[in-house]
């Protein structure tokens, strides 16, 4: 596997970092956010984007957040339209993995803060396939301390018993 890492001097978003590429790419290709874990299988991601003839294709993961309380519909005389009891959410979330064709990069301005749903935006004003891949590997977000701490505790588990 051909890996080349790209270093960003200032803070410049998913996107605006790929605006740093100074090499020529052929074929569609990975960027994968630096602080996630997964077990993803990365052929079966691009034969689907392959297949369905995608311009840029993102993985995404069904969650879901339980509201631990009641939450009111209220109108604008402050007057209880409903009560839903503790309700749940259930959506598809961006896991920070994506498959771009080189000739999306022309959408990023060079060197400016840019993110990848605004890169998905201007795809679709174009009319250019973009599509959503699924994933129900593992796959967590260490960016956050206390995701960090938990995975962090399951590895130590697992050294010390062998087991999740």
Known sequence: VDIQYIEEKEKLGTGGSLSLIDFTLKDPFFVINGDILTSIDFEKFHRFH???DSNATICTKKNYYKIPYGVLNIDINNTILSIDEKPE???LINTGIYMLNPETLKYIPKNHYFDMPTLFKLLREDNLMIKSFEITDYWVDIGYPDDYVSLNNKVS???STGFF
Do not use: M
């Open 50 to 52: 392959v297949s369905n």
């Open 89 to 91: 959410f259930n959506y």
């Open 157 to 159: 588990d697992i050294e």
